[in-house]
């Protein structure tokens, strides 16, 4: 007999063959010792191979990965709110100021340039380009918007380059995006852009990068009587969420030592401060009307629980704070604009409520 | 008893641990084998039950991963990237988990007919069953085996090779 193929002895081995081959194989393999080895070394890998196929048992679950969670708001219904909310801003500012005839008109040639139609068609990820040049001013602008009350003299020049629209550095389009940020410091992020650009894609674009921006938690410090969760907004930036139970409060919790002084303190500051007085006072004079016409315009975008209370310490912390659907009382503190504040309780509601649904 | 009900007691753990040996997902896996016991439970009768029901989950997987091969191997790429990243608590599961990889590249190595044929008699499936559930003649599923066995434990070894070479390298 010759000597044994492979598929042979691995065939014998696990029981396939009939009767009378496995018969002759074996008295074969007691005969050659070198099919013998080759019945050893068949062994070897059966062995070996089962063991191996063993370590594939622990396999990860859910490479799959879970639906992405559903928007509790239609985002046709934020674009047409922030459309409303643009235009109304838009008209205030233009209403209200007087002195800034020049670049206010430009502002308003653009806003009735601009096409405001809804354009539903208009995919979140397709305006993507411009979140870039939106997002980023509009923050900038408002922290800026912080500043002005605590240092006056820094103001007063920011105000020169913002009121005159002439200033070499900022231009034109500046000045217009200055004012927004401006006029409306609860919501820049949403109106400073929309001003000079006016486009929907613009909200949808920012709604996207809000999206994109990762809540996540980083820590949930222990308190007495609140539960306290930190959350990550973008790398290195936290806000920090903190839900009291009512009954532990007689009043709304206030983060911060300082008040920050209302529209009409800061002009005063910035009046005496203004290197130029002329200027300054005609800078102030448009903050003021504008600031109020910002507040008047901003209530309606939150569209949730009306805010209890807003608190802004100059340029630190700054926190807002309202009543849930429950009562409990929470506030989100974070060194950021409130208008930054305000979208991120709107997604971290949203996230909640969505959780809440999940595991009720 | 039903007679699904009796199929899935019967060959649900086999099935499930061959498809997890096949495709490196446990959900996945569950996906397809409960897909396969959906589509018994269609059948007015089969024959040799463990050969078909492994026939029918082996086209699964086939048919599924041709849909969306783009989709799986991104996933795949992000597992990958997320094993990186992510360290695991326990001291045994690094050994474990490096086993795991290194067999699971072994075993992907391998060509299809004969990884498939290794995981099917891996959960008991005789020759001829495979010989059915894959479409091969019985007389070639021992050549089959063979060389898949061979080949698995060699590439196994020869990665562990490797990987000890490089600890050595490191250590020094």
């Known amino acids: 007999m010759q000597h044994l193929d492979e598929g042979t002895i691995h065939s014998w081995l696990d029981g396939a063959l009939s009767a009378d081959e496995a ?108 979140t870039a040049v939106s997002d980023a001013p509009a923050i900038g602008l408002s922290r800026r918007a912080g500043t002005q009350s605590s240092r006056g003299d820094v103001d007063g020049r920011e105000n020169k380059a913002s009121a005159g629209g002439k200033s070499p550095q900022v ?68 806000v920090t969420l903190t839900e009291s139970i009512p009954s532990y409060l007689s009043s709304i919790v206030v983060t911060g030592a300082a008040v920050a002084p209302t529209a009409q303190a800061a002009g005063a500051i910035q009046k005496s401060a203004a290197p130029s007085k002329a200027r300054a006072d005609a800078a102030a004079n448009a903050r003021e009307s504008q600031t109020a016409g910002g507040v008047t315009a901003a209530a309606p975008a939150v569209s949730a629980p009306a805010p209890s209370a807003q608190t802004e310490t100059a340029n630190t912390l700054n926190t807002i704070t309202w009543n849930d659907s429950v009562g409990n009382t929470l506030s989100l503190t974070g060194r950021m604009p409130q208008s930054r504040l305000q979208a991120i309780r709107i997604r971290i509601e949203r996230e909640r409520a969505a959780a809440a649904k999940k595991n009720p | 008893m039903t007679d699904v009900e009796r199929l899935f007691r019967t060959y649900n753990a086999a099935l499930v641990r061959y498809l997890t040996r096949r495709l490196g997902d446990r959900d996945w896996a569950e996906e397809v084998a409960q897909e396969t016991f959906v589509r018994a439970l269609r059948q007015p009768s089969i024959e040799n039950e463990r050969a078909w029901l492994f026939a029918v989950a082996t086209n699964l997987v086939r048919d599924q991963a041709r849909k969306d091969m783009r989709r799986r191997k991104h996933l795949a790429l992000l597992a990958e990237q997320e094993r990186e990243t992510v360290v695991e608590p326990e001291e045994t599961t690094l050994e474990r988990a490096q086993e795991a990889a290194m067999a699971r590249k072994a075993v992907d190595g391998l060509a299809e007919r004969d990884r498939l044929a290794l995981l099917m008699r891996e959960e008991g499936l005789d020759y001829n069953e495979i010989a059915e559930a894959l479409q091969l003649s019985a007389g070639s599923v021992g050549t089959t085996l063979s060389r898949a066995r061979r080949r698995l434990v060699e590439s196994y070894e020869a990665l562990q090779k490797s990987r000890e070479e490089r600890e050595k390298n490191a250590a020094s």
């Open chain 1, 171 to 238: 231009g034109k389009t500046g000045g217009v995006s200055d004012y927004a940020g401006a006029a409306t410091p609860t919501v820049p992020t949403i109106a400073a852009p929309m001003v000079t650009r006016s486009r929907l894609s613009d909200v949808a674009a920012m709604d996207a990068a809000a999206e994109r921006e990762q809540l996540r938690v980083v820590g949930t410090p222990r308190r007495i009587g609140a539960k306290v969760t930190l959350y990550e907004v973008a790398p290195g930036d936290t």
């Open chain 1, 23 to 130: 018969a002759r194989v074996e008295a074969h393999v007691k005969e050659c010792p070198q099919c013998a080895s080759g019945v050893a070394e068949a062994r070897g890998f059966i062995a070996a191979s089962s063991r191996i196929l063993t370590a594939l048992d622990h396999a990860p679950r859910g490479v799959v990965p879970i639906a992405a969670p559903k928007r509790r708001v239609d985002p046709l219904v934020w674009r047409v709110a922030a459309t409303v909310l643009v235009v109304a801003a838009g008209t205030l500012v233009v209403l209200q100021n007087g002195t800034n005839k020049e670049t206010l008109m430009s502002a308003r040639a653009k806003i009735e340039q601009a096409p405001v139609v809804t354009e539903p068609t208009v995919a979140a990820d397709e305006a993507s380009p411009n």
